[in-house]
């Protein structure tokens, strides 16, 4: 089955400079990857998501690229904001939840410096 | 539209006992995934389900179970608890699963002593 894994598992940044999560994935037929917000006492939120034919994809100050030779993905978010402080995680599926449903990496816990 | 709902969002059960949560998902959604979420081995992926019928399943032994029913709101039951079934569950839905969006709700928060 697939497995994913994701770095770093704690990320510290002064507010208003840029984060970067990384994840590979190990299965080539993997085609969704959505990114997952998840504050305390809340289920995740889905914060964007790229397919296998786009390289990258960006909403405000959040983007994610994709390179499927390489397996790997990563989410970017410039000028961060307190708010932004939270456990995201990627995941990967080959049909978006089917087979396996999604699965996802182990998290990284981003902490917004004032 | 109202979001994905879970209830209870709260459960102490005992070992040995069952247990059986409830997800109404988003207004025509018709496929509802459930995962498990645990400090040590993150989000698991249970079962989904689509039209009443269970379309995929994840790693998890047979005590772990589910219905949909026809209005899509889904139920998920765990017998014979032990103590690592100890968890956060976590119920999503899509419009029709496969590369449709998933949609979490609030999850319930199962303890087991």
């Known amino acids: 089955g697939e497995n994913v894994e994701q770095h770093p598992s704690t990320l510290s940044v002064q507010e208003g400079d840029s984060a970067v999560i990384k994840c590979t994935y190990s299965?080539?037929?993997?085609?969704?990857f959505p990114w997952y917000k998840q504050e305390l006492g809340k289920g995740p939120q889905l914060i964007i998501d790229i397919r296998s034919n786009v390289g990258e994809k960006k909403d405000q100050r959040i983007a994610v690229t994709l390179n499927k030779t390489a397996k790997h993905f990563s989410l970017h978010i410039t000028e961060t904001q307190p708010e932004d402080s939270a456990v995201y995680f990627c995941a990967a599926s080959d049909t978006g939840g089917g087979a396996d449903g999604l699965t996802f990496g182990k998290g990284t816990h981003l902490i917004i410096q004032p | 539209k109202a979001g994905v709902t879970q209830t209870p969002r709260y459960l102490i059960k005992t070992r040995g006992q069952q247990v059986t949560l409830s997800c109404s998902p988003i207004?025509?959604?018709?496929?509802v995934s459930w995962y498990q979420q645990t400090p040590g081995q993150g989000l698991q992926f249970l079962f989904e389900?689509?039209?009443?019928?269970?379309?995929n399943k994840g790693n998890f032994p047979g005590r772990f179970s589910g219905r949909q029913f026809s209005n899509s709101r889904s139920e998920m039951n765990v017998s014979t608890l032990e103590l690592g079934d100890s968890a956060l569950y976590l119920c999503?839905?899509?419009?029709?699963?496969?590369?449709?969006?998933?949609?979490f709700g609030p999850g319930t928060r199962l303890l087991v002593l």
């Open positions: 999503a839905s899509s419009l029709r699963g496969g590369l449709e969006t998933q949609y």
């Open positions: 389900y689509f039209s009443e019928t269970q379309r």
């Open positions: 299965d080539s037929a993997s085609n969704y």
């Open positions: 207004s025509g959604h018709r496929s």
